[in-house]
């Protein structure tokens, strides 16, 4: 067993990175903290939650719950960008806070960074889409506009992109995940990178391995 696969498992199935972690030969704990229901908006935000929340750009809106907006705080230097929202998102008006929000909290301990205050996180679609299915382009494309503002008013250094739909998406491209994973992407300026999604990575755990090389790459990229 190599050294890091022997951190690894000391660790856990995603090691704790950065100014967070705690040295010495004890392992470290990966508790997640709770997720952050409320962080004080800034104007900005506000306003655009606003428009979300009141939005009847697609047929999504008649069957929603509520809309998810997203956590977005501007100056973050990292943005996660996913799909949609599922049905604890519905139910509760925030993002990721089902199975694979637990799975993102990890991911982002194991880099040191916690939601809402170094990492804002959002959607490509913005409310659910019936059944859990994949939203449609249309769906898609009536919502951009939204995360493009959005972007713009987080400014980050870096974005991730959490799956095949927001990579198609955000990179206008119909590339395999294979092809897109492991590069340095743009949107505008900004540097991306793509990963899988961490839904994704509950139902396939042999990927975290991959997951965990693309946020090294990212995380590269924002201490340049």
């Known amino acids: 067993m190599d050294a890091q696969e022997a951190f690894w498992r000391e660790l856990g199935p995603w090691p704790r990175w950065g ?14 903290p709770p997720i952050l229901e409320q962080v004080a908006p800034t104007a900005q935000g506000s306003a655009l939650s606003q428009d979300i929340e009141a939005c009847t750009r697609c047929a999504l809106h008649e069957k929603r719950q509520r809309p998810v907006p997203g956590l977005i705080q501007p100056g973050t230097p990292w943005m996660f960008i996913g799909e949609a929202p599922g049905a604890e998102e519905d139910q509760q008006g925030l993002p990721f806070v089902g199975s694979a929000g637990k799975l993102l909290d990890r991911m982002l301990l194991a880099l040191g960074l916690q939601r809402g205050l170094d990492a804002s996180i959002a959607n490509v679609v913005k409310c659910r889409p019936p059944h859990n299915r994949t939203p449609s382009e249309e769906e898609c494309q009536r919502c951009l506009p939204y995360l493009h503002q959005q972007i713009a008013v987080v400014n980050p250094r870096i974005i991730v992109l959490l799956g095949r739909v ?17 590069r340095l992407h743009h949107i505008g300026n900004i540097p991306a990178i793509v990963t899988w999604h961490p839904a994704y990575l509950l139902r396939s755990p042999q990927e975290k391995a991959g997951a965990w090389a693309d946020l090294c790459l990212a995380r590269r990229q924002v201490t340049k």
């Open 19 to 32: 100014p967070r972690a705690k040295p010495g030969p004890t392992p470290v704990s990966t508790d997640v």
């Open 166 to 182: 927001a990579a198609h998406n955000l990179l206008s491209t119909q590339g395999s995940m294979g092809t897109l994973r492991g």
